[in-house]
Structure formats: structure tokens, C-alpha cells
């Protein structure tokens, strides 16, 4: 039995072609081809960099505030786009290429392997997750341990390479929970973090607009804490999001890449601009949210925008020799997909559906809760649509 499983991964690893698309037979051209992949760098650049820099340049310069309601409806229409990415786009593609007749039936038909690695990588992003905000957490109580509770704060914030704005910490500090103990699912521990920090019914909603009653109440203390707390969560939330973004574009550029039918590209084209553009605006407002100073923020925003080019680049370069119809190929794709589905629908649904939709600063806005319900709707809806052409 042993035998024949590492024969059959053996044969999986072959690097022979076992058949192409219908697509690419009838419609090869490698000099149209190259023209259009020109193209789409260029194309998927500008569009990467002007979702990921439209936040950021926002916040800098005070004309999106990260507490607006219009940011918070144009992040949640992002979050439909990853969400659907991973449940639409990266799971089926990598569930196609797990299956594939060239594939041998044995293990790869026999088990669901695309969901069971969809899944690992999903936990194995919330051990990330923890451990991250364990880090930033222990660090900052460290500092506030040797110095004053009011000067930690700016003291980890400059090591973490963070620009600390006292008044939208503070506002930030209300919406993601307060209290030394950090929410990392975002749901339950949520919820219960306001319970303890806040009054109860119709009063609440209320006090989130008088901010200053609660320091006069002796709430001054707990919302210091609610400032530090949401820092490192955005520190953390901007970090892996950017991971499980980064290594799913990658592997959509590498495919764009050895392509050789224009017929292929051309819907490529437009569908990864659109997708680009607003993944790039769901990283850059977690970035903006995190605070970052601008060095660090500059180089998140721009290794973001250049993975799906530098992927399609890539791609170019390995296209004489690299057979995406092989054995080998099909399984590595399949895997890389079925990680990049994984972390993007933990993502979508904990760090940034969940974090901003069970807030209190949803809770107590009807026209806030409307408008970004349809948001995210539409941003769900349209990243599905384009499953159509690409």
C-alpha cells in the first residue's frame, strides 16, 4: 500500500505534458501573447498601486478618515472581493487542478485535498494571528510596565515603526475592543469587550457619541488601553492580510504569465485590475488603520503592487521551458491556491467583515449598517461575476 501511494506521488511529480486547454490550442500566438502580457503589467501595476495608495493618501491628508462612514462601506465592498476570491476563484481552481484526469486517481481523487489544505491554512493563519497579537501585546505591556501607562503606547508604536494620532487611537479604540484581552476571531470576545468597557441598551449608543463623559465616569484608563489594543490588532490584521494577498497574486500573475493565448489573457486583463485594485484598497485602509510611518507603509503598499507584475514577469521568463499542464505543476498550483483560498477567507470574514460588522460603531448606525451590507454584498457579487471570463 505504502508502495503504491509513493508511486503514485511520484508519477504526480512528473514533469511531461499530459494534454492543453482547448483555449490555448486553438488560439496560440506568442507574439500577441507577449504584447498583451506587456500590457497587463502595466495595466495591474497602476491599478494595484492606486487601490493600495487611495487609503493611505486619504488618511494622510485627512480626506478619508479611517472612521468615516464612507471608508468603512468602501472596506467592506473590499472584503466581498477577497471573500469571494477565495471561495469563488482560488478554491474551485485549485479543487480543477487537484482533480485533473492527468493527476493519478489515487490519492488526489480519492480525498478532498483542496479543502483540507483550504482549511489548514485558514487555522494556521489564526495561530498566526495569536501569535502575532501575543507579540505586540507582551511588548507594549513590557513597556508599560518600565514606564508611565500614557508613554508606552508612543513607545511601541515607534518601534513597530507606527505614527501614533492620539485622536483617531482614540476613536479606533472603541471599535475593536478594549481591555488587555485582545479578540483575535472577532465575535464572541467581541462583543464581550464592550459589554465590560461600556453601559448597556439604548445608553451605549449614546455614549459613543459624548466620548468625554466617560472620563468623567473613570473610563479614562480603559480607553488608553482600548487605544494600544487596537493598534496592535490593525499592526497584525494588515501584516497577514498582506501575506495571504501576496501569495495568491503571485501565483495569478505565474499563471497569466506562461500563458500563450491571447484569448486567455485578454479577459485576464480586466478581471485582475478590478481585483487588484480593491484587494490593494483593503490592504492599504488596514495599513492606514495600523498607523505605520510612511517608510514602512511606502514599502507594504509597493511590495504589494508589484507581486502579480513581478509574477507575470516571471512567468514570461519560464514560459519557454515551464509546462503548466504537467502532473507536477497541476499539484503545486492546486496546493498554492488552495493556501491563498485558506488565509483569504479567514481574513475576509474575521479581520475585516467581522471586526467592522459587530462593532459598536455599526451597532448604533442603521444607515452606516445598510450601506455597508450592501456593499459588501456588491463587492461579493461582482468578484463572482467576473468568474465568468476569468
Avoid at 87 to 109: I, K, N, Q, R, Y
Avoid at 147 to 160: H, I, Q, R, V
Avoid at 359 to 387: D, E, P, V
Wanted: aromatic fraction near 8%; include cysteine; charged fraction near 15%.
Amino acid at each position: 500500500m505504502a508502495v503504491k501511494f509513493a508511486e503514485a506521488i511520484a508519477e504526480s511529480m512528473s514533469g511531461t505534458s499530459c494534454g492543453t486547454s482547448h483555449l490555448e490550442t486553438e488560439c496560440r500566438d506568442k507574439a500577441a501573447a507577449l504584447r498583451l502580457k506587456s500590457v497587463a503589467i502595466f495595466l495591474i501595476l497602476v491599478a494595484g498601486a492606486a487601490g493600495v495608495a487611495l487609503p493611505l493618501v486619504g488618511t494622510k491628508r485627512r480626506l478619508i478618515p479611517t472612521e468615516g462612514n464612507l471608508f468603512v462601506a468602501a472596506k467592506a465592498f473590499a472584503a466581498g472581493v477577497i471573500l469571494a476570491t477565495g471561495f469563488v476563484h482560488m478554491l474551485p481552481d485549485a479543487e480543477e487542478a487537484l482533480t485533473d484526469p492527468c493527476l493519478p486517481e489515487v490519492p488526489w481523487s480519492k480525498f478532498p485535498f483542496s479543502g483540507f489544505v483550504a482549511m489548514a491554512a485558514a487555522l494556521a493563519t489564526l495561530v498566526i494571528d495569536f501569535i502575532g497579537t501575543q507579540y505586540y501585546e507582551r511588548k507594549h505591556a513590557a513597556r508599560e510596565d518600565v514606564g508611565s501607562g500614557s508613554a508606552a503606547t508612543p513607545l511601541l508604536a515607534e518601534e513597530a515603526g507606527i505614527v501614533v494620532d492620539d485622536a483617531e487611537a482614540k476613536a479606533e479604540g472603541d471599535g475593536f475592543g478594549v481591555g488587555r484581552g485582545m479578540h483575535i476571531v472577532g465575535m464572541h470576545a467581541h462583543a464581550a469587550s464592550h459589554q465590560h468597557s461600556h453601559p448597556h441598551g439604548h445608553h451605549s449608543c449614546e455614549d459613543r457619541t459624548h466620548p468625554h463623559m466617560h472620563k468623567l465616569v473613570g473610563h479614562a484608563h480603559t480607553h488608553e488601553h482600548g487605544e494600544a489594543d487596537s493598534h496592535v490588532r490593525h499592526i497584525v490584521v494588515s501584516q497577514v492580510l498582506e501575506l495571504g494577498i501576496v501569495s495568491h497574486s503571485v501565483i495569478i500573475g505565474l499563471s497569466l504569465g506562461v500563458s500563450q493565448s491571447p484569448c486567455t489573457i485578454r479577459p485576464l486583463m480586466a478581471a485582475l485590475s478590478f481585483h487588484q485594485f480593491f484587494e490593494g484598497f483593503a490592504l492599504g485602509g488596514c495599513i492606514s488603520q495600523a498607523q505605520f510611518n510612511t517608510l514602512s507603509a511606502t514599502i507594504m503598499a509597493c511590495f504589494f503592487a508589484i507581486t502579480t507584475p513581478a509574477g507575470i514577469s516571471i512567468g514570461i521568463g519560464l514560459s519557454s521551458f515551464y509546462n503548466p499542464n504537467s502532473p507536477r505543476a497541476l499539484v503545486v498550483e492546486g496546493i498554492l491556491d488552495s493556501v491563498s483560498a485558506g488565509i483569504l477567507i479567514y481574513m475576509a470574514l474575521v479581520d475585516l467583515i467581522a471586526a467592522d460588522f459587530l462593532s459598536k460603531k455599526m451597532s448604533c448606525n442603521t444607515r452606516l449598517q445598510i450601506l455597508s451590507y450592501f456593499t459588501l454584498f456588491l463587492g461579493a457579487s461582482l468578484m463572482s461575476l467576473l468568474a465568468i471570463w476569468a
